[in-house]
């Protein structure tokens, strides 16, 4: 039986959603790397998921390392995390007034990660860093931005700048439809070069407002923060009076319970979640030191709302997560699987000869097909010669769903089990061994 004609059968189903998709949704889907773009193919039309796994129109069954890009922590439809929704569902699905429920996940939120004193809930990721920007702005009365080459903070129109290659780069659009005025105030640095940071500042220091930075990049694969990176970053923007911004949209509750900030010891003036924070709901949120967050209305002046903030629903499924997250076992449970997941797959890797990386920071991993380290976007855009697309065809046909696009993290749950990430091990060798020969 030849490639196709296994995929026609295989994915008849999702074919042919995704053709009556297209007709009436560009691309077919609502969120351009769900069309499998990078690696060719259909994309999967999911009917269900619980636990490790989902479902497939056609039948296939996966175990899931996408986990909806990282909000799903405990696993899809988490019994808990089901019944505190519906129970929440019962009671009104938005009121556009205070719910005490609100409260209490702020207070979690500020009880997990130091520095945070006060948190202002919103839907998106997106929706929270662009406000974490404006608050940046407006707290010190500055109007540039410093952001990093590969680190992507969602679709806000003075993010979407070209990565650039080389130092201190000035921001170009990246997207029509962005105009040249809204980035004109955003600078691109090299993500773990300190030095291209200070050149940024050394020439614009008296204009910046802030730093937003992923802690652990996720966006262009995953890469890890070089040692002192973070801190440089701290030390640079305290001594010009800029604000460093944490974007922990990925990173919080996921690579260790208080996340990044946690984790390295940073300290941030202001810090966003998303994707853990809200269970698989549209949550998020931006969270900083009291005397920043003073400045947001009605306390402050700096205007911010949204009509489904603090959504009754999205609000019990992540109290639900985050409880659930610091209950025994259960963070640790998902790490344990992550750094298992990434020791097979290396040691795989070098059984078959095949030049991969593999690492973990707590429950998200990130692997590359190349032989010299990656550290920053230039290294990361480096050509792997189809391996990374070759590897997700051939895992995607044993039933095992990882990112559809070399550029993307790799996420575990606590419901993914050892045998789970056992036989991923087993299957991803096969794959490999077949690449190689
Ligand atoms: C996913 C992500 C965002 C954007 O969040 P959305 O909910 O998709 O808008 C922002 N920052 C980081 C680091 C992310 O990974």
């Known amino acids: 039986m030849s490639t196709n004609a296994t995929e026609t059968t295989r994915f008849a189903r999702s074919a042919e959603a995704f053709a009556e998709a297209r007709a009436v949704m560009p691309g077919g889907v609502n969120s351009p790397v769900r069309a499998f773009r990078a690696v060719g193919g259909t994309p999967i039309f999911v009917d269900s998921g619980s636990g490790s796994r989902f479902t497939d129109l056609d039948g296939n069954s996966y175990i899931d390392y996408v986990l909806s890009w990282g909000p799903l922590i405990l696993g899809h439809a988490h019994p808990r995390v089901v019944e505190a929704t519906t129970a929440a569902l019962r009671q009104g699905t938005s009121f556009g007034a205070p719910t005490v429920a609100e409260t209490r996940l702020a207070e979690l939120i500020v009880d997990r990660v130091p520095a945070v004193d006060m948190v202002r809930l919103v839907s998106s990721g997106t929706e929270a860093t662009m406000s974490a920007l404006r608050l940046a702005r407006a707290a010190?009365?500055?109007?540039?931005?410093?952001?990093?080459?590969?680190?992507?903070?969602?679709?806000?129109?003075?993010?979407?700048?070209?990565?650039?290659?080389?130092?201190?780069?000035?921001?170009?659009?990246?997207?029509?439809?962005?105009?040249?005025?809204?980035?004109?105030?955003?600078?691109?640095?090299?993500?773990?070069?300190?030095?291209?940071v200070q050149a940024l500042f050394d020439r614009y220091g008296?204009?910046?407002?802030?730093?937003?930075?992923?802690?652990?990049a996720g966006n262009m694969g995953m890469v890890t923060p070089a040692d002192g990176f973070l801190d440089g970053l701290r030390t640079i923007t305290t001594a010009h009076g800029a604000m460093l911004i944490i974007d922990e949209v990925m990173t919080g509750f996921r690579v260790a319970p208080g996340g990044a900030v946690a984790l390295y010891g940073i300290e941030p003036d202001i810090v966003t979640f998303g994707k853990v924070v809200g269970g698989g709901f549209p949550l998020a949120a931006y969270a900083g030191k009291r005397e920043?967050?003073?400045?947001?209305?009605?306390?402050?002046?700096?205007?911010?709302?949204?009509?489904?903030?603090?959504?009754?629903?999205?609000?019990?499924?992540?109290?639900?997560?985050?409880?659930?997250l610091a209950e025994d076992g259960v963070w640790q449970?998902?790490?344990?699987?992550?750094?298992?997941?990434?020791?097979?797959?290396?040691?795989?890797?070098?059984?078959?000869?095949?030049?991969?990386?593999a690492n973990a920071v707590g429950t998200m991993a990130g692997i590359f097909f190349k032989g010299a380290p990656v550290t920053d976007y230039d290294t990361s855009a480096l050509e792997d010669g189809g391996r990374y697309t070759a590897f997700f065809q051939g895992m995607l046909q044993r039933g095992f769903y990882f990112a559809p696009s070399r550029f993307e993290a790799l996420f575990l749950s606590s419901a993914h089990s050892g045998a789970d990430v056992a036989t991923t091990v087993e299957a991803a060798a096969d794959v490999l061994q077949a690449m190689a020969g």
Do not use: W
């Open 333 to 357: 449970g998902a790490a344990d699987r992550a750094a298992q997941l990434i020791d097979g797959l290396r040691r795989a890797g070098q059984d078959a000869g095949i030049p991969l990386q």
């Open 292 to 324: 920043v967050m003073e400045h947001v209305a009605p306390l402050g002046s700096m205007y911010q709302a949204g009509t489904l903030s603090g959504n009754p629903v999205a609000t019990a499924a992540g109290i639900a997560t985050l409880e659930i």
């Open 206 to 216: 008296d204009d910046i407002a802030g730093v937003i930075v992923e802690p652990v």
């Open 140 to 196: 010190t009365g500055r109007d540039k931005i410093v952001k990093f080459a590969g680190c992507y903070h969602g679709h806000g129109d003075m993010l979407l700048v070209q990565a650039g290659s080389g130092v201190a780069t000035l921001g170009l659009p990246d997207s029509p439809g962005v105009p040249a005025g809204a980035t004109q105030d955003t600078l691109v640095a090299d993500y773990n070069d300190l030095s291209s």
